[in-house]
């Protein structure tokens, strides 16, 4: 074995390396090392063929390659214990880079390097570094398990993130804020939520993030950071129910139990490929959640297939639930669809000619309820009535604690601040009247609409970009939130690769009928032409 | 882009693929989807100059990728969502196969395959698997953190893996058996030793696995799996404190809190080059320390370099530490140096040269407290008296638990249940005597010795070569035991890449002044020439 710069090096078949090939991947080593982004872009080879590799997923080209690196901010400082040459034609060789990271573990690399005018390039690379203990994007504590089931029964088992507003026995609620978790007590006992579901089988996986006080829709939390989107690389996974959704979605956990007051269930799950649902107001006991808004919060379950969230809600509902008779109408308010994100429009009419063509009665519903000013007048009311419950639950610890808060959800409680008991009772009365008249116009009819007003928005998508298509999905799920309505999700539809959830709101307490009529929906959804 | 039974196939510069690669590439998948591992072996070149990288690190030569494979007992079930085909070179191409996992994430493989006289093959493979929410094998429970520092000190920052012997508050003890953790109760303090580190600033992240009753010096464990040993992938870890070893070589925690009755911590460190040490005996609170063997149980660290262990013992030993004036004399019993595994006396003999060119006084030591048969008689009498305390500890629960306990424990502990109180009173009277003998013998000076008789033993090897060097181990290890000695066990020799301890036994009390004396050992130990 030779060496080079005290690193063993190793060419198959005996013979020399490639002229330059190793000295051209400790140069790419020693960019690394030092974050040089522009040279790091240019031991890539240029064009849309390039590949890179690793746990998050595949990036394509070399311009995806290079934003990633700069979003990155410096690859962990690793030595090179060894590398093995594998030549395979005249400018073309593999070679694989063990290393030895200073913070401990192994890493390995592979790389297929090419040359050309320039010298050495690689044209593809796949990068193993050590795994960290857990990822603490999307956790905050997971065991094996964390709380074992309390029964048997229809979730014997699965596993279960739950979102960190919940009670877990042993364990304090973070709330998704460091100063929140270092304050608050071990509690004694487990939600009302995390119990039923152990009682029907399931084991407690771990205690999942959430964006801070679960005030967002995002899923970016400055302080543990944004859990991935496995379904959208480079994407952001959708809040504040987001780290459970990330762990369902990446295979980490089955079910994922959240929140939703004003889309924090079916946005995650929409953005992410997977099955939601906000349950009826009311309809599972909050006993043991931190609240945001009591007035509209909800828990409800993300999971990867419907089986496994309709066995979560017959353990947590009651099992009377409303059914309509025969097939209800799945009708789409024209008014409903403003504002939504490029193709969006298309893909979600595409499904709902699926459902139509697979014998579903979809129409469409102009009724007063649901028009332009009508929605407008809701989703005013909604965010005025949830922000004054909101800032009640938490402006005191908010005021006592400056600087604790994120930008963005600072500037929405410190909103919520402002709102006077006259504007949150008007709020109020709208919002009942809202809801008597949607109520009237939509008869056993189920609303039919997008899950979220956008696939997932990437990382680094613009400021403004993002609070366009939130306040356009916030106004569409304001809907089921002001009316106390059960949502769910219905994963099926892509656009460009990225999932978009169906959404299908019902009449309080139809829950349970809701998932199951949903295997067919999905089915129809789901097919591809 | 193009199809093939229903996979989206790209291929750079839009031309075909070539002829027979894409059929190739799927009939590689769906060998691993059936297991077949004589179809997977000849899917790979044959030879010594293939590869295979995963999360585990990386195989060489196509029979080690067979032996893998053999051991992994089948892939996870997966879909393959797309192929992208790089053509490099006539005969040469490379591919990347994204896979959608059925239990959830993405995956990706990345091959480069090359044309012989028997069609496609691979000649180098890099896979990345959706990574477990935690490595159960490791850990039992982690969290970001799962306890708080508790104050501020030399350990700022820190993290610490803490054996599943000790309590933690809000959990119960496993002790490495489900049966175990099933009826354990939720501890309502820490131990002393996790306080102590915690007083020092450092945090808990979490609970590592261990040896069942920590009665192996393995780490193989049926239940939970073997920790991974990043030091030489595919070999054991070493046990009892494994799932700490474990996640400090990992670089999932700074810090292994563990317990050594007779090599627990020692071994470990020598078989994945940490640092470690085992304590004076009773100079470390054991309150809240499930006991093996009270008369000869020790807490101890592992870390990766000397000063965090430095850092760990001075925040949880007594302050006077017992120090030998001017430099004490390093002694070898060559009677000590039996059983070694194939080239471990080269190594050792080696190590204790470079020793000796840095300056240290090494020398042999020929006393008949140190001769073959004390020693035979110290560790049968060692043997003995903890079986007769392990008993003590844990025969009452294992008696009502029948089957719980992997084979070579239980056979430990049935042959426990056979020591008789005067066998035991025996024991304990030769042991003192041993004692007083070897104090004598050894006066200021310190025990130079290997922390084990081999390097790791591969996952696969027999049970009786095991068996034999896990005696020879013993024999070793058992001197420090019987001695209350403090034992510290040094990285920095290799045997073909695989990491040897070289441990130092000092006098009781002197475990400060050993730590602080091992850095200069440990350079000279770690210099290659």
Redo the contacts between chains.
């Keep these: 074995m030779a060496e080079s710069g005290g690193v063993p090096v190793h060419v198959?078949?005996g013979g020399p390396a490639p002229e330059g090939l190793v000295e051209a991947a400790l140069g790419y080593e020693a960019a690394l090392m030092a974050d040089d982004l522009d040279a790091l872009r240019d031991w890539f080879e240029p064009g849309d063929?390039t590949?890179r590799?690793?746990?998050s997923?595949?990036l394509?080209g070399r311009d995806a390659i290079t934003r990633f690196r700069g979003r990155r901010g410096g690859a962990a400082s690793r030595r090179v214990s060894g590398l093995?040459v594998?030549p395979?034609?005249?400018g073309?060789a593999?070679v694989?880079v063990?290393n030895a990271?200073a913070?401990?573990?192994?890493g390995?690399v592979?790389q297929?390097w090419?040359r050309a005018e320039g010298g050495w390039r690689i044209?593809?690379a796949?990068v193993?570094a050590?795994?960290?203990?857990?990822?603490?994007r999307?956790?905050?504590?997971?065991?094996?398990p964390?709380l074992?089931a309390g029964g048997s029964g229809a979730l014997d088992g699965r596993t279960v993130a739950v979102k960190d507003v919940f009670a877990v026995a042993?364990?304090p609620i973070g709330a998704g804020i460091p100063g929140y978790l270092?304050e608050a007590p071990?509690e004694a006992r487990s939600a009302a939520a995390v119990e039923a579901l152990r009682a029907a089988g399931a084991s407690i996986?771990?205690i999942a993030r959430t964006d801070q006080f679960a005030y967002s829709i995002a899923g970016r939390n400055p302080a543990?950071g944004t859990p991935p989107n496995?379904a959208v690389?480079g994407a952001i996974s959708g809040g504040s129910t987001s780290g459970p959704a990330a762990?369902?979605?990446?295979?980490?956990?089955d079910l994922g139990l959240g929140t939703d007051t004003a889309g924090s269930i079916r946005v995650p799950a929409s953005y992410q490929g997977l099955w939601g649902i906000r349950t009826t107001h009311g309809a599972v006991d909050r006993e043991g959640v931190l609240p945001l808004a009591p007035r509209f919060d909800t828990v409800g379950w993300l999971t990867?297939d419907r089986e496994t969230l309709e066995a979560a809600a017959r353990a947590s509902l009651p099992a009377a639930s409303a059914a309509a008779t025969g097939e209800p109408a799945l009708v789409i308010a024209p008014a409903l669809l403003h504002g939504l994100g490029p193709g969006v429009r298309e893909v979600f009419e595409h499904g709902a000619a699926a459902l139509r063509a697979a014998g579903a009665d979809v129409r469409e519903l102009d009724a007063p309820a649901l028009a332009s000013d009508a929605l407008d007048e809701l989703f005013a009311a909604f965010r005025t009535a949830q922000a004054a419950e909101a800032w009640r639950a938490h402006g005191e610890w908010i005021t006592a604690h400056p600087g604790e808060l994120a930008d963005d959800v600072a500037a929405r409680f410190a909103w919520a601040s402002e709102v006077t008991p006259e504007r949150e009772a008007a709020a109020i009365v709208a919002l009942a009247a809202a809801r008597t008249a949607i109520d009237a116009a939509l008869g056993e009819a189920l609303l039919l609409l997008p899950s979220a007003a956008s696939v997932a928005p990437a990382f680094d998508a613009e400021g403004a970009d993002i609070e366009a298509v939130r306040q356009a999905t916030l106004r569409m799920t304001a809907v089921a939130g002001a009316t106390g309505r059960p949502a769910l999700s219905i994963p099926g539809l892509e656009l460009d690769g990225a999932p978009l959830g169906t959404c299908v709101v019902g009449p309080r307490g139809g829950d349970l009928d809701l998932i199951a009529r949903a295997g067919g929906w999905h089915e129809a959804l789901a097919q591809r032409d």
Excluded: I, K, M, N
């Excluded at 913070?103 to 192994?106: D, E």
């Design positions: 198959a078949g063929e590949v590799a690793d746990a997923g595949l394509v093995r594998l395979v034609a005249e073309v593999h694989v063990e990271p913070a401990g573990g192994r390995v592979s297929l090419r044209a593809a796949h193993t050590p795994a960290p203990a857990l990822d603490r999307t956790w905050r504590v997971v065991g094996d964390l074992p042993g364990h270092a071990v996986r771990g543990y496995p690389p762990a369902v979605a990446l295979g980490q956990a990867r």
